[in-house]
């Protein structure tokens, strides 16, 4: 009776401990704001022991919902990487509950397209967004999704910037699968791009035509022009 007795005070506590870290967020701001957001950066490709230098581009769109509008169907929500009851959840709360990424990796400088990608929704679960305005020394950071052997991490560092990660690998006509890696600026539309992160650039410079390099990597695929 005591064991069952401390084990159900035990319970209490530990829900009474994760609603007031819910619902204690205060008055709440514009964590991210929704709407059409821009992607811009550069990586590199590698197959073997030749690496590219790659520009991506695209954009993708960002939905959020107070709780109280988020579908009764949906039962939990998630706090960081950890699921919660949505009825322990204030109503008034934000969660990010869409983003929809639409991608294009092509040679930096050459205008040549290899590969795009489409996610229609990289949030299974809606994730509750956090009271303050993120920075750059406090930035927030989505869970890391995985599609198609590419890891997805999106990292806020303003309410209106930040980055996209992604990290893996894209399977190309001929080529066979490759290996990709870039950091990718991301900012809401109609805001001024922020600054580049350069660190996942190749730092390849052969000083060769990069057409010319391309045939050499893709052995002769049949390329996309813009």
């Known amino acids: 009776m005591i064991k069952k007795f401390l084990t159900a005070l035990i319970f209490i506590i530990l829900s009474c401990s994760v609603v007031n870290a819910v619902v204690g967020h205060g008055s709440y701001v514009d964590t991210i704001i929704p709407g059409k957001w821009n992607i811009y950066g550069q990586g590199f490709c590698?197959?073997?022991?030749?690496?590219?230098?790659?520009?991506?581009?695209?954009?993708?769109?960002l939905q959020t919902q107070?709780?109280?509008?988020?579908?009764?169907?949906?039962?939990?929500?998630?706090?960081?990487?950890?699921?919660?009851?949505?009825?322990?959840?204030?109503?008034?709360?934000?969660?990010?509950?869409s983003y929809d990424i639409n991608l294009k990796l092509d040679i930096t400088g050459a205008g040549i397209k290899i590969w795009n990608e489409n996610i229609p929704n990289g949030i299974r679960i809606p994730v509750l967004l956090p009271n303050f305005e993120p920075t750059a020394n406090n930035p927030y950071v989505l869970p890391t999704i995985t599609r198609n052997k590419l890891s997805y991490t999106l990292r806020f560092d303003s309410n209106s910037s930040g980055v996209l990660r992604i990290a893996g690998y894209v399977d190309v006509d001929v080529v066979g699968e490759c290996e990709v890696k870039a950091d990718c600026t991301i900012w809401r539309d109609g805001t001024p791009m922020p600054l580049q992160d350069s660190s996942t650039k190749s730092g390849c410079n052969l000083g060769i035509n990069l057409v010319a390099l391309a045939l050499i990597f893709f052995g002769g695929i049949k390329f996309v022009w813009n």
């Not at 107070?66 to 709360?93: C, P």
């Open 46 to 61: 590698e197959k073997e022991f030749v690496r590219l230098e790659l520009g991506l581009q695209g954009d993708m769109n």
């Open 66 to 97: 107070r709780v109280e509008e988020i579908s009764d169907d949906v039962k939990t929500l998630l706090l960081g990487s950890e699921e919660i009851s949505r009825f322990l959840v204030d109503e008034k709360l934000k969660a990010l509950t």
